[in-house]
């Protein structure tokens, strides 16, 4: 089964930027969409943005319009999170999820899940 590995979290301060990659240990089929959520200590799993693997198709929520950005290298079947302008409501473990068959917001639909990056924003 297709394995999905995060990197890029960190300690950042208030107003930077970091990048998340996510990639996969194999051939992510077209069919697949991949999507980013986050999780706070004592907070439900939260929808970040999803990608349609095929066309690049994007879904982000209300939440964060415009200071993230997802991406896809389907030669490097990798997934990219820009993040800019962080505050430290963003602070959270990043998840990188894969394998549903829409731009699901939900993580029930997400099939595959990576084990998590810490991103910290310091005030």
């Known amino acids: 089964q297709i394995q999905l590995v995060e990197s890029g979290g960190g300690l950042v301060q208030a107003g930077g930027s970091l990048r998340l990659s996510c990639a996969a240990s194999s051939r992510i089929y077209s069919s697949h969409n991949m999507g980013w959520f986050r999780q706070a200590p004592g907070k439900e799993r939260e929808f970040v943005a999803a990608i349609r693997w095929s066309t690049g198709q994007t879904r982000y929520p209300g939440s964060v319009p415009g200071r993230f950005t997802i991406s896809r290298d389907r030669a490097k079947n990798t997934i990219y999170l820009q993040m800019n302008n962080l505050t430290p409501e963003d602070t959270a473990v990043y998840y990188c999820?894969?394998?549903?068959?829409?731009?699901?917001?939900?993580?029930?639909?997400?099939?595959?899940w990576g084990q998590g990056t810490q991103v910290t924003v310091s005030a």
């Open positions: 999820a894969g394998g549903s068959t829409d731009l699901a917001t939900a993580p029930g639909p997400y099939r595959i």
